[in-house]
């Protein structure tokens, strides 16, 4: 079982940054595979980016509207993966939630049904 915890949302202007935080329990972090999505009033959760469990090369993967701006990383020692958003826009709004997912295979995944373990989510607005 592994809970995950988001922190690091809040409130910024079109053009701004923020770095999302996700800390993980257990002692096995490092085995999972680990992702972010989102999801804007009345619409989907949707995907934004992922990262592989570690061993090995390292691989990440990007949602378009966010490729170029969004960063996803890792800290095994600190059982934590990080979001950093640069130049946001206001149609970035959403709650973002971290997930976590145990098959190794494929080496990152895009669909929510993919990962097993979900966070509660952190609220990030981005104003106009």
């Known amino acids: 079982q592994v809970q995950l915890v988001e922190s690091g949302g809040g409130l910024v202007q079109a053009g701004g940054s923020l770095r999302l935080s996700c800390a993980a329990s257990?002692?096995?972090?490092?085995?999972?595979?680990m992702g972010w999505f989102r999801q804007a009033p009345g619409k989907e959760r949707e995907f934004v980016a992922a990262?592989?469990?570690?061993?090995?090369?390292?691989?990440?993967y990007y949602a378009d509207s966010v490729k170029g701006r969004f960063t996803i990383s890792r800290d095994n020692a600190k059982n934590t993966v990080y979001l950093q958003m640069n130049s946001l826009k206001p149609e970035d709004t959403a709650v973002y939630y971290c997930?976590?997912?145990?098959?190794?295979?494929?080496?990152?995944?895009?669909?929510?049904?993919?990962?097993?373990?979900w966070g509660q989510g952190t609220q990030v607005t981005v104003s106009s």
């Open positions: 997930a976590a997912r145990q098959n190794p295979s494929p080496i990152v995944a895009t669909t929510e049904r993919s990962y097993d373990y």
């Open positions: 257990g002692r096995t972090f490092s085995s999972y595979g």
């Open positions: 990262i592989s469990r570690s061993g090995g090369n390292t691989y990440t």
